[in-house]
């Protein structure tokens, strides 16, 4: 069924060709962008539905989540707002409390994070395993996952577990464990930083995804220089995720990874993180300058982001990151479809055009400088995901 969206006073569509339209209109057929042009050239449609002068933009991509998981941190958190410094280790809260929960518990607390995300604006929406540690529990973690999200990422290479010692437990993550999750899963991460892994033990997890035809992804350089950005480059992995502690030579590298390049390595900011641990915010704006792809993603979990809010992370991206407002915005759509490879061909996500997946946000507001412009302020008016419209 094809449906008309017009009354459009400021379409972003992320499509070079497009640009920013004004006085827009767009046509849905089914779960796939039809037409996107003037509003005076629209043809007819089965439903009309008039936006009133209202801002839309595609829907957001967040690229970075946590959701499965039990259990509640707000004692951690209420910690490190009195002065102690975050650290890799309060994971291990998250993964007992995983450990011990039923699927259903699993399962409801991710939808209901899912439902939350989808309600501000999100359509596309990445999640990790990782607080389980065990063959069963990230077995079950990705297949909770699975059923939800629209990419799903193994990260057994989050912590080493009380349990175990790193070169056993690495024996796990790269052999039965990577064995079991591969049929539910797109990508294998590894949080190659201070208190989890280093270089050589994360290439060891990268490199085993690759062998089994996953694509890589690295969290690094949050706690403090390493070498997360360099392993990344290296392996080719889609993102880098964090990038706090970044030098000339990681800026560098990251924006040579797309010189004369389809794909590279996006660089993934997470600024809710930054500000929960009372980190750096990572240098998006000296990446950028550089040439780098940035990406913008809330980093959704118990411990250092507890948010699914991708508008609170476009606003701090302008206010306190230097970005300028489209910018924000691309790296929070189409920029963080880069970080999945999902933002070209038939079916792309974070643009609207021809062909594209038909995700569309509709704001409250006549253009998205109000998303850095009102705060905090609830600015989504509707929603539609593949076709369907969510509110």
Known sequence: MARLITGIGELTTNEPELGTLRSAAVVLDDDRVDWVGPAHRAGPADERVDVGGRAVLPGWVDSHTHLVFAGDRTAEFEARMAGEP?????????????????????AGNLARLAHEARMQGTTYLETKTGYGLTVTDELRSARVAARVADEVTFLGAHIVPGECAADEYLDTVTGPMLDAVAEHVSWVDA?????????????????????????VRVHGNQLGPGPGVRLAVRCRAASVDHCSYLDEADVAALADSWSGAATGTVATVLPACDLSTRGPLAPARALLDAGAVVALATNANPGSSYTTSMAYCVATAVLQMGLT?????????RGGAKALRADSGEGAVGVLREGARADVHVLDAPSVTHLAYRPGVP?????????VRLR
């Not at 290439?203 to 089994?212: G, M, Q």
């Not at 407002?325 to 759509?333: D, F, G, L, S």
Request: with cysteine; proline share 3%.
């Open 325 to 333: 407002v489209p910018e924000a915005v691309w790296a929070a759509t």
């Open 191 to 215: 949080f190659c930083d201070t208190g989890a892994f280093d270089e050589e033990q994360s290439e060891r997890v990268l490199r085993a995804a690759a062998d089994r035809g996953l694509g």
């Open 86 to 106: 975050y650290s890799a280790g309060g994971i291990a809260v998250t993964v007992d409390a995983t450990r011990r929960a039923p699927d259903d518990v699993l």
């Open 379 to 387: 600015l989504t008016w509707a929603v539609w995901c593949k076709g």
